[in-house]
DNA sequence: CGGAGGATTGATGCTGTTCAAGCGTAGTGG
DNA sequence: CCACTACGCTTGAACAGCATCAATCCTCCG
């Protein structure tokens, strides 16, 4: 059997961004380039910049807290996810480096945001960052860009959660991971998995069984494989017929 | 048994924008007051706009249709969905009096507007709308502010799609339709429900006869009245208690 | 009066949950 | 070096909530 457990210390292939990404030690570039923004609006944003990093479970931020922060994440994921009272959880998403945080610019924050292992990212306060925006249309309107695309993620997550069945939802949920992965330039036949079942399952609105037992049965039917730290998506085509798109 | 069908004519009870919303029939104002928007700001659209009006069933744009508008609806009601190839839908929200659609301005709509009744709206040529907001960075911050908060209600979604039994979905429904009306000055003792059943069961990720059964469940519990057109609350505190916030 | 469309209601079944062990690996301390 | 523990993952059996299938009802309207 090709199941193993997940290893919880830090990841085998820690999320790093591209080395690309990065200047020297002395000269880094705080604002990550997965975003696609101009440079000359990053640039315009890293000296309001400040470097956060946090080590795995530590939380960036928690729901409802006053936003004075909004951020940029550079390496390592983050589960972004709501809580009932009873303890029910919903994670409403992943986020992974060049993605930024708190962009809605609210009050509070809509989620709470944890380290799924080490992550760094940059903050910038809240209030200066949009008075450099209020100076900077153009890179408002890319901001408003983001957060559209956001929106539009949100509404496919409406349709998998109230739509779809559990094997649609573990293969879109693969396909959409490996998507974003080649988008930030991290495509590898591999897909890691930062985050454990029960962050996947509390994402797709299953169990942690279901989830197990929906990956164990792609595992036999040679659609995955299962290695530790992640999956092999081995019958991509398969996965995309499941996924019902 | 006070379980009356829903009529499929014109409602009983239009959703009009109250009167005070509206200039005379020469000089109306377009741009409802229902978004918050400073006078200032609704003037500046205003000259940009042009009025549409739609039948029931009839629709204002499709899924990834080309965005060329941007729209603001002035009455009416709206369904907003996803489609999957085998005909499932995900009705991801109702749009009402005062809210925009398209705000999120990619280059194509992310679902489908269909009216759920007659509806009036006014048209704005995108780029012409982007243009006007590059040059107004306070009209900006507040359409984004706007989808900052529509991004929150989608998590809210998710959060009921993923976690919430039928009962607690239903009661979430019925208050958030409730505190709708109050934010745009339509709050009454009956809600008035301008989508059917179906509409609802799509939005809930339910059955339409779970829904049915939801309903009459919580009308022989003296919780909710159904009435023609909507129903009536009558135990606030248990369906608040019910919807487990 | 009769048809159409939506809503309701009942019987039955399935998908995913719940409850309960058991397994495998990593980390710890004797 | 090897128990021993902890933690996450897997697996199995029984159950439940909601879906499915199938009438039937109600109201509007021609």
Redesign the pocket.
């Known amino acids: ?1 090709s ?8 990841a085998p292939f820690p999320l790093a961004p591209p080395s690309y990404l990065c200047g020297g030690v002395d000269k880094v570039r705080l604002v990550s380039l997965a975003t696609a923004l101009p440079l000359a609006e990053r640039d315009a944003m890293e000296p309001l910049s400040r470097r956060v990093a946090l080590d795995q ?1 530590q939380s960036l931020y928690g729901q409802d807290e006053p936003a004075v922060s909004v951020f940029n994440v550079t390496s390592g994921a983050l589960s972004l996810y709501r809580l009932l009272p009873d303890g029910r959880r919903q994670v409403t998403g992943f986020a992974f480096p060049g993605d930024f945080l708190g962009l809605s610019m609210l009050d509070r924050f809509a989620v709470s945001a944890d380290a799924l292992g080490p992550v760094t990212a940059c903050r910038f306060e809240r209030l200066a960052f949009m008075d450099l925006l209020r100076g900077q249309p153009s890179l408002m309107m890319h901001l408003h860009e983001i957060m559209g695309h956001e929106l539009s993620r949100a509404k496919d997550m409406m349709m998998l959660l109230g739509r ?6 573990i293969a879109t949920f693969l396909l959409g991971l490996r998507e974003r992965y080649v988008r930030i330039g991290r495509s590898s036949v591999t897909l890691e ?1 930062p ?7 509390d994402h ?14 792609l ?2 039917d040679h659609c995955i494989l ?1 290695v ?1 730290g992640g999956v092999r998506l081995v019958d991509h085509d398969r996965l995309a017929r499941m996924s019902a798109h």
Chains 1, 2 share one sequence.
């Open positions: 059997m199941i193993h457990s997940i290893p919880v210390g830090p479970r779809r069945t559990a094997d649609e939802r998995l985050m454990g079942r029960l962050d996947i399952a797709l609105g299953l169990t942690i069984e279901t989830v197990s037992r929906t990956f164990a049965r595992d036999r299962i530790p």
